[in-house]
């Protein structure tokens, strides 16, 4: 879908199911001539239902939306900044339907040279924006709640975004020129979620290295991507880490990709992650040693991808722009090294071990079977009958905290459709036994 317009700084995922675009700027508003905030939203198939605009009254002034967070009543904040002299920092919020509820600035913030290049929602409607060496919380009103410096020197960081971490805290990253290997690294900070430091760290060669986007993976580290520069070459580059910043791997990739800019985990525990600097959304997925299992480029016609989105089906959506024409999202197939069974993309970690009753229940062709683990752990699903014993095996493996859901064809492990009748499918770790029964009738 193309939304003429605007270059997006950012895709979400709504909670309708749909998806909000925040714009970069916008040249030709209904009513101005200079660039504005811009907020675009689609349903669940990127049919636009509504666009809106927002600036101050002073013409003239071009204002930049960089991140976007949408609220638990379905409304948004939109962050990013306003030129002038000096630059200043400016959020807008809008209810569900894209209306002005408030638009600030915050001068206190520019005398200290922070603009908000991202955001990220925290506890409640409270959210987080960073620039520079800076990162300022605040709640749903636009107070300030805190605002903490985590730079070496004045003008040695540049931190670009921020993600939330499972522990309620934050992950601030970015490049620094003040630490490090070559004349910029990789720079990730990490802070609780009243803003305290908890460890910082540069990550890179020689060469020059930044970081544009993270994720938190099921293990509690964090895979850091961006670019490498060398010479005048760029090079997509990404850096595996554990829990506490310590690297345990760093590679550089010789893809027709100028930067990894967006990173998801998939639930076999490998990578999707977005190039950008190119001239097509490029897709490339890695596994959790980062070895690229394969490449996929859409929309060949020049644009600029921005961000990835997982799906629950297992398939993505890529946020973008096209060159001349606006504002673009593109949603592929199923992720061709789909497993049998998904991890359901539910924030919340489920409190306890459980095996939901199958659905449907009789059924004809297939039945789904979900259940939920509080922890990551070793599991087993298998259906049996009670003539046979065991007639297939459906998962055996690691499986991480969280929604699961294993679907079954009513085939046994050969291959070979079974009959009519009862059968049982059997949740196994090697702590707990959950079993359930269901009816297959032709």
Partial sequence: MIYNGGNPSVTIRTRDGGFAIGTEGWSGSPS???????????????????????APDTLGIEDFGRGLIELSNGGFIETGYRVGNPIEPMAVRTDSEGNLVWLRLFDELAQEFMVFDGSAPAVGDNFIAVSQSSAAMMNSDGDVLWHHNYGYQQGGEDIANVIATSDGGFLLIGGTFSIGAG????????IDSAGDLEWRNAYGTEDGECCVDAIQSWDGGYLLTGFQSVGEGRYSFAVRTDSEGDEIWRRRYNIAVGAFVSVVETPDSGFAVGGGGGYDFDLVRLNSDGDVLWQGSYLERGGQLNTVLLLDDYSYVMGGFMSGEGSALVRTTRDPLAPNAVTLLDPTFPSLFALDAPYPNPFNSSVSIDFELPTPDHVTVKVFDLIHGEVATLLQGEQRAGYHSVLWNGKNNAGISVTSGMYFVRLET???TKVSKMTLVK
């Fill in 183 to 190: 004349s910029q690294d990789m720079f990730a900070v990490k």
């Fill in 32 to 54: 101005r001539f200079d660039a504005d905030f811009q907020l675009i939203k689609t349903d669940s198939l990127g049919i636009l239902q509504w666009r809106r605009f927002f």
């Fill in 430 to 432: 090697p702590k707990v």
